[in-house]
C-alpha cells in the first residue's frame, strides 16, 4: 500500500507521539495509536486495532526498556509473566472484537478509556 507524503508524516509523527508517551508513562497503542489512525487517517477500529498490534510485534519500545532496566526500575519476572498471558489474552481479545462489529467494539474501546481516565484523575 502506497501512501502520500502528508500521510507518511501523520504516521511518523503518530508513532513519535506515541513512543514518547508510552516511554513517559508506559501506554501508546491503545490510547494514543488506535484513536490516531481513526481519527486523522480514517481507519476503521478493526484496522486501528490491528495496526497498534502490529507496532507491538517490532521492538518499539526496546530503548525506553533499556533506559528503565539500566535505571533499576524494570521487573523482568512481573514483564515475561505479563507478556505471556497477553499473548493469550490478545489472542482470544482480537478473536472476540472481530466478531463484533466495529461501532460496538468503538464504544467499549471508548468507555475502558473513560473509566481508565476517571480513575487515573479522581482516584487516590
Do not use: C, E
Not at 40 to 67: D, K, R, W, Y
Amino acid at each position: 500500500m502506497g501512501f502520500d507524503s502528508n500521510t507518511i508524516i501523520v504516521l511518523v509523527m503518530i508513532g513519535l507521539a506515541a513512543g514518547m508517551l508510552s516511554g513517559f508513562v508506559g501506554v501508546g497503542g491503545g490510547i494514543l495509536i488506535v484513536p490516531a489512525l481513526i481519527y486523522f487517517l480514517h481507519f476503521s477500529q478493526h484496522q486501528a486495532t490491528g495496526t497498534s498490534l502490529a507496532v507491538l510485534l517490532f521492538p518499539a519500545g526496546i530503548l525506553a526498556v533499556m533506559n528503565y532496566h539500566r535505571s533499576g526500575n524494570l521487573d523482568w519476572k512481573a514483564a515475561l509473566i505479563i507478556g505471556g498471558a497477553f499473548v493469550i489474552g490478545g489472542y482470544f481479545g482480537s478473536k472476540w472484537a472481530l466478531a463484533l462489529p466495529a461501532d460496538i467494539v468503538k464504544k467499549v474501546f471508548g468507555g475502558v478509556m473513560l473509566i481508565a481516565a476517571f480513575k487515573l484523575i479522581f482516584g487516590k
